[in-house]
């Protein structure tokens, strides 16, 4: 079975530029999260879709962040403007049911 | 507010030796939890978890944890560890109505050959 596809893998800009991520769950999970993970830290939920619908975005700073998950399939994560604070690895997961949860391999952000 | 704890946040065995990695949670009811690994250069995955049951859990690779209600704990062990278990592993638990995963910051095993 295919996993969690991400691109990109790395992504480096200057601050206030804009990035977008893109990730196709597992085929079939209704659920998808979008994570940032930071260095030493654990990973912190930034939104949460089921199917195309959210569940959970009070994480999400959405004065410059942005998601959506058109069709209830791939998604797509936005960052714009960046700041420096911003850099981090964006993880992306998908679940049929339950809380088992597999991951992609992550987009690497690194702001200048 | 939920939360996780992770006492260890770097761990340096040798081959052979035995492994017990700490969480704790913060929460009086019901709760799912979670052990994922992070290999170098790898994405996330489950070792284990625990929703109901035997609270003694298997997961791959040779790991297993028990979930201790009274002391709200689920340690990850392991009898033996090899060079391949070198990872960063993460505590993770969902509590009662909260659709939320609460993660601890993991714990960096690094096993010497």
């Known amino acids: 079975e295919a996993g969690v596809a991400q691109s990109p893998r790395y992504k480096i800009i200057e601050k206030r530029q804009s990035v977008a991520f893109w990730c196709n769950p597992i085929s079939g999970h209704a659920t998808l999260y979008w994570y940032q993970q930071i260095l030493g830290q654990g990973p912190k939920l930034l939104i949460q879709?089921?199917?195309?619908?959210?569940?959970?975005d009070s994480q999400l700073p959405k004065d410059r962040f942005s998601a959506e998950r058109l069709k209830g399939v791939d998604s797509t994560l936005k960052i714009q403007p960046a700041k420096l604070e911003d850099s981090a690895v964006y993880l992306c997961?998908?679940?049929?049911?339950?809380?088992?949860?597999?991951f992609g391999e992550g987009s690497r952000l690194t702001v200048l | 507010a939920q939360s996780v704890s992770q006492h260890n946040h770097h761990v340096i065995l040798s081959e052979a030796a035995s492994l017990e990695l700490g969480c704790n949670y913060s929460y009086g009811g019901t709760v799912n939890l979670f052990w994922y690994v992070q290999y170098p250069g790898q994405h996330l995955q489950l070792l284990l978890k625990y929703f109901s049951g035997d609270p003694l859990v298997k997961g791959i690779k040779g790991f297993e944890a028990e979930f201790i209600k009274s002391k709200f704990s689920f340690n990850l062990r392991k009898p033996s560890v090899q060079w391949s278990d070198t990872a960063e592993y993460f505590c993770?638990?969902?509590?009662?109505?909260?659709?939320?995963?609460?993660w601890g910051l993991g714990t960096s095993l690094a096993v010497n050959p």
């Open positions: 993770a638990v969902n509590a009662g109505n909260n659709r939320k995963l609460i």
């Open positions: 879709f089921q199917n195309n619908g959210v569940v959970d």
């Open positions: 997961a998908s679940s049929f049911h339950g809380w088992e949860l597999f």
